[in-house]
């Protein structure tokens, strides 16, 4: 089954504790991208990947890392989480960004206490 | 940077009823797309009109794009208790290849 998977799906942890959401897709889909979702503010673009080793900020990169080294793998990176980064994420990944559909992950739900 | 704006905010309907919604965005675009979340859930993607065309239809979805308007909207037709959920557009800007810039979305319930 073609998915796009995120774990973990819900993460409770401190401020400063470095933490790593994965996000993993079966589709062989060069495009990747990180989304954060908050109460009225629609989905904002964390950083993007248009294939191995090449990522690009979106419009909130602050305060987090991506890398891609693998093809199917897209981890994001909180280094020292902040209050600030309570959110829903959105992984998702498409063949392209500008004519393909976008397949997102389920989330990940993190608070950051 | 927010490029689509989703009107309204929220919507509330009857079951059977028609929902339309619209999204307006500032800049020029390559294509529009229009996705489904329901509540926490991913987004699921509904449709993709390029901006040549002017309407394109999937099952009860409608979508048109009027591009010298900088608007879409999307129809759902008698609707279903099974279509509540929030509805977003995203645009792919012509001035760049490598980001869909997202709309707040509207809520929509369908009452049983």
């Known amino acids: 089954e073609a998915q796009v998977t995120q774990n973990p799906r819900y993460l409770i942890t401190v401020t400063g504790k470095k933490l790593t959401v994965t996000c993993s897709q079966n589709?062989?889909?060069?495009?990747m991208s990180w989304y954060r979702q908050d109460p009225g503010l629609g989905l904002r673009q964390i950083y993007y990947?248009?294939?191995?080793?090449?990522?690009d900020k979106g419009d909130v990169p602050e305060g987090y890392k991506v890398s891609r080294k693998e093809k199917r793998n897209f981890p994001l990176i909180l280094e020292s989480p902040s209050p600030n980064q309570t959110s829903l994420y959105f992984c998702?990944?498409?063949?392209?960004?500008?004519?393909?559909?976008?397949?997102f992950g389920p989330g990940t739900r993190l608070t950051v206490l | 940077s927010q490029q689509g704006e989703e009107d309204p905010q929220a919507l509330s309907i009857q079951e059977g009823e028609n929902a339309t919604m619209n999204c307006s965005y500032k800049?020029?675009?390559?294509?529009l797309q229009w996705y489904r979340q329901n509540s926490g859930r991913g987004l699921v993607h509904l449709i993709l009109?390029?901006?040549n065309e002017r309407e394109k239809h999937s099952g009860r979805l409608r979508v048109t794009l009027d591009t010298s308007k900088k608007s879409s909207s999307l129809l759902i037709t008698a609707s279903r208790a099974a279509d509540t959920a929030s509805y977003f557009c995203?645009?792919?800007?012509?001035?760049?290849?490598?980001?869909?810039?997202w709309g707040a979305g509207t809520k929509l319930i369908i009452k049983p």
């Open positions: 998702a990944s498409g063949k392209q960004v500008s004519t393909d559909t976008q397949y």
């Open positions: 589709m062989n889909h060069e495009y």
């Open positions: 990947s248009m294939n191995v080793e090449v990522t």
């Open positions: 800049t020029s675009i390559n294509n």
């Open positions: 009109i390029r901006s």
């Open positions: 995203a645009t792919d800007l012509m001035d760049s290849n490598y980001q869909l810039i």
